[in-house]
């Protein structure tokens, strides 16, 4: 079963706007990753924040994790219609070795 | 492309039909994953290897399902006597062990269609 919960599920949003996507998780994590996905493509990965962190920046991407809330969330400044994918937080939980992923946003940014 | 690589691309087959996936990782990665998605849906994780040694299996994962990786270098996935609720995308990626904090990189993807 998927540990993550992501929110919203979907999310639309003009050129240039910023889009947040949150992610819930259920154990202790070593760390939270985001991964994007275009349409019927694998997944690739865009930023890592470890359990330590509280935030991280990488270009238009600003990540939070709150472990005591166990909750990330994403955010995509300055969006583009190239930004058009399904993101997905994945956490590695402690002495596990796999990523379980969450559910998914699936964002549309119109130009 | 040093990228993972997994071939078919796409598979379709009918029902009762047995299927087999390979997964090339990125060479310096010794650990891979194989994973599961349907539309819609995050990733669902299968298996995953660390060298040739399959250290977690999901409990989810039907005895139809046998995944091998010979030489700690490329994988297969096999799954017998396919059935429709089979029909997804398998995913493959790949990842160095070095700590707990692993970034994975993933392949295109095997979409199955069972007919």
């Known amino acids: 079963s998927q540990q993550g919960e992501e929110d919203p599920q979907a999310l639309s949003i003009q050129e240039g706007e910023n889009a947040t996507m949150n992610c819930s998780y259920k154990?202790?994590?070593?760390?939270l990753q985001w991964y994007r996905q275009n349409s019927g493509r694998g997944l690739v990965h865009l930023i890592l924040i470890r359990s330590n962190e509280r935030e991280k920046h990488s270009g238009r991407l600003r990540v939070t994790l709150d472990t005591s809330k166990k909750s990330s969330s994403l955010l995509i400044t300055a969006s583009r219609a190239a930004d058009t994918a399904s993101y997905f937080c994945?956490?590695?939980?402690?002495?596990?070795?796999?990523?379980?992923f969450g559910q998914g946003t699936e964002l549309s940014v119109k130009p | 492309d040093t990228g993972v690589s997994q071939d078919p691309r796409h598979k379709i087959t009918k029902r009762g039909q047995n299927v087999t996936f390979r997964c090339d990782p990125i060479s310096e990665h010794n650990r891979l994953y194989w994973y599961r998605q349907t539309l819609g849906q995050g990733p669902e994780f299968l298996t995953y290897?660390?060298?040739?040694?399959?250290?977690?299996k999901s409990r989810l994962l039907s005895d139809r399902f046998s995944a091998e990786r010979p030489k700690g270098s490329f994988s297969t996935l096999e799954i017998q006597r396919t059935e429709q609720g089979d029909s997804a995308m398998y995913l493959c990626?790949?990842?160095?062990?070095?700590?707990?904090?692993?970034?994975?990189?993933f392949g295109q993807g095997t979409r199955l269609t069972v007919v």
């Open positions: 290897f660390q060298n040739e040694a399959q250290l977690e």
């Open positions: 990626a790949s990842s160095l062990p070095t700590g707990i904090n692993l970034e994975a990189f």
């Open positions: 994945a956490t590695s939980e402690v002495g596990g070795g796999k990523l379980i």
């Open positions: 154990t202790s994590i070593n760390n």
